[in-house]
């Protein structure tokens, strides 16, 4: 139990030190208008980081039991949403590969003739 508590600070603190959106509108916050507006800028973030998570728990909570009654349903409907999506994805790449080299022709373009 112990390791996995490890484990999950670990993975929470590579997240927390990725730079995205967030992280950028807090640096400019600071370079604008001080540290201290920054660090409520974070604080703030992070609160509202904690509140979607606890958000997402509760719901998951109360959702799950409902879940596990339909298990089997739920892996055959997922499983076959899988599959569609990956004879979409098979679908659509040649149909796009065949358009591409089109798009690329034009005068002068002497490149297999």
Same mark, same amino acid.
């Given at each position: 139990?112990?390791?996995?508590?490890?484990?999950? @600070?670990?993975?929470?603190?590579?997240?927390?030190?990725? #730079?995205?959106?967030?992280?950028?509108? #807090?640096?400019?916050?600071?370079?604008?208008?001080?540290?201290?507006?920054?660090?409520?800028?974070?604080?703030?973030?992070?609160?509202?980081?904690? *509140?979607?998570?606890?958000?997402?728990? $509760? *719901?998951?909570?109360?959702?799950?039991?409902?879940?596990?009654?339909?298990?089997?349903?739920?892996?055959?409907?997922?499983?076959? $949403? @899988?599959?569609?999506?990956?004879? @979409? $994805?098979? @679908?659509?790449?040649?149909?796009?590969?065949?358009?591409?080299?089109?798009?690329?022709?034009?005068?002068?373009?002497?490149?297999?003739?």
């Amino acid at each position: 139990m112990a390791g996995a508590i490890w484990k999950a @600070l670990l993975f929470g603190a590579v997240l927390a030190g990725s #730079i995205g959106p967030v992280a950028l509108l #807090i640096f400019g916050t600071a370079a604008n208008r001080g540290l201290a507006a920054g660090a409520f800028a974070a604080a703030g973030a992070a609160l509202a980081d904690l *509140v979607y998570a606890l958000a997402a728990f $509760m *719901v998951g909570a109360l959702v799950l039991p409902l879940l596990a009654a339909h298990e089997t349903g739920v892996r055959i409907a997922s499983a076959s $949403m @899988l599959v569609a999506l990956g004879v @979409l $994805m098979l @679908l659509r790449r040649p149909a796009e590969a065949a358009a591409a080299p089109a798009q690329g022709r034009g005068r002068g373009n002497a490149v297999g003739h």
